[in-house]
């Protein structure tokens, strides 16, 4: 039979297991923010909160489908219907202001996950 000798501690693995450990962190908080609906969600109902309460609507999510579609006009379509799909943009295809305000609070997500 053998038996494990005994030693002081685990050597260069104890870096390498904290540096891993330290960069799956960083890679999960990337694709909660980044990947799910999560932050999106929260900050619009944190921005329409006020709007929502003077109406008396008790869902903070009312109306976030319909916002978080962006238009495809018919010449990127090349269809003669205008389709939605998932974005944050205007009607030009530029990002709006709420693009820019989510990318913000998804980089500080990271970054204080």
Known sequence: TSTGLK?????????????VGKIAIVCNAGIIAFSSDFLPMMLYAYENADEFRARGLQERLTGYVNFSLAYASPQMTGLNITCRYWAYRDKDGKHNFFFWKLFAVQLLFVIFF
């Open 7 to 19: 030693c002081k501690d685990i050597g260069i693995w104890y870096s390498i297991l904290s540096a």
